[in-house]
C-alpha cells in the first residue's frame, strides 16, 4: 500500500466493498452481543403502549450530543425550553441542536415513501441542519485539522469524484446484502466520513444516517437510541480508529469500536427507557390517588413526553378548554408533580422527575 499523504486529496480512496477481514472471530463475537442488545431495547419500545411517546427527548438527547462532538454547546434545560415556547431562539448552538432534531425526523419522514439512503436524501438532511441550501463540495481546498491546526486527512476533492465515491457507497448500503447488518454499518459510516461530500455538517448528517440505516436494516423499527453520548465519551479513540483504516487499512478496531458504540448505547438505553416507563407509571398511580379528576393516561403521557409542558399541550390533545386545563396544571403544582416557570410572558410546567432521569450521568 503507497504510503497515504494526508495533506492531498485522498482521490483513491478505495470503493466498498473493502478489501480486507472484516469478518474477523472478533468482529463476530461482538456482532452478536451488539445484536442481541439491539433486540431487547427493539423488544421493549415494540411493547410499550406508545411506543413514539419518548421520540421527542431521545432524539433531543441525540441531537445535543451530535452537535456536541462538533463543538456546538448548549444545556439540555434551554433546549428543553426553546422546544416549548413561542419566543424567537436567539443562542445559535441551539437553532443548530434544534435543526439537526428536524433533519432527524425529516429523514424517518422520507424513508416512508423511499426507504432507501441515497445521495439526494444526503443532502436534503445536510440542508436541514445548516439551514441553507448546501450541496455537494464543489470547491478545491477542504482539509481537517487536530486542534493544533496540522492537517490530519484530506477528503476526495471535485464534485465528479465526490459523486461517483457517494454512488457507490449507495449501492453498497442499498445492494450488498453479503455482509451482516451491524458491520456494514459501521462500514457506511467510514466511508461516508470519509468522503466529506459536504463543507460542512458531515459529522452530523453521519451520524443520522446511522440511526436512518438501522430503521432500514431492520434492527431498529423506532430508532430511539442515543449514539453520539458514546462517541462524546470515547472521541480520542473514535478518530484513531478511523484514522487507521484510512491510513493502514486496518479495519477491525474501527468495526469493534462501533459494534461496542452500539451494544452500551442499547444497554443504556434500555436502563433509561425502564425508568422513564416506571416513573411514568408511579406518577399515574399518584395522580389518580391525590387527584382522580385531573387524572387521564393521556394527561399522564403529555407530562412525560418532554420535560417541559404548557397549556396549549394540553389543549391540543383535548384534555379540557383554557380555564380547565389551567387549573389542572395548578393542581398538578400544588400537588408537587410539577414545578412551574416563567419563561418570556410563558408559564411553563417543569416535570422533575423526568429531567432527573434524563440528568443522570450514570
Sequence with gaps: MEKFDRKVPYNDLPLLPPKADIETKQILRKTISAGRALAQLNGTILNLPNPTLFLDTIYLLEAKASSEVENIITTNDELYKSLVTDRKIENSATKEVLSYKEALW??????????????????????????????????????????????????????????????????????????????KMAILHYQFEAIHPFSDGNGRTGRILLLLYLKISGLLDTPA?????????????????????????????????????????????????????????????????????VY???????????????????????????????????????????????????????????????????
Design 106 to 183: 425529516l429523514g424517518l419522514e422520507e424513508l416512508k415513501t423511499k426507504p432507501f439512503i441515497t445521495t439526494n436524501l444526503c443532502v436534503k438532511i445536510v440542508q436541514c441542519i445548516k439551514q441553507n441550501n448546501a450541496s455537494i463540495r464543489n470547491t478545491p481546498g477542504t482539509t481537517l485539522s487536530n486542534t493544533q491546526g496540522e492537517v490530519i486527512y484530506t477528503p476526495p476533492s471535485g464534485e465528479q469524484i465526490i459523486r461517483e465515491k457517494l454512488a457507490n457507497l449507495e449501492k453498497f448500503i442499498n445492494e450488498d446484502e453479503t455482509i451482516d447488518p451491524l458491520i
Design 225 to 293: 437510541i442515543y449514539l453520539s453520548e458514546y462517541v462524546i465519551k470515547n472521541k480520542a479513540e473514535y478518530y484513531r480508529c478511523l484514522r487507521d483504516v484510512t491510513e493502514k487499512n486496518e479495519w477491525e478496531d474501527y468495526i469493534l469500536y462501533m459494534l461496542d458504540m452500539i451494544e452500551v448505547t442499547a444497554n443504556k438505553g434500555l436502563k433509561r427507557l425502564n425508568k422513564i416507563t416506571v416513573a411514568m407509571e408511579e406518577t399515574a398511580t399518584e395522580i389518580k390517588k391525590k387527584l382522580p379528576k
Design 296 to 362: 387521564s393516561k393521556e394527561l399522564t403521557e403529555i407530562l412525560f413526553r418532554l420535560p417541559y409542558t404548557k397549556r396549549q399541550h394540553l389543549i391540543d390533545e383535548n384534555i379540557g378548554n383554557l380555564k380547565t386545563v389551567g387549573n389542572y396544571l395548578i393542581a398538578l403544582e400544588e400537588n408537587g408533580f410539577l414545578k412551574s416557570e416563567k419563561v418570556g410572558k410563558e408559564k411553563l410546567y417543569l416535570n422533575q422527575r423526568l429531567l432527573k432521569i434524563l440528568e443522570n450521568k450514570e
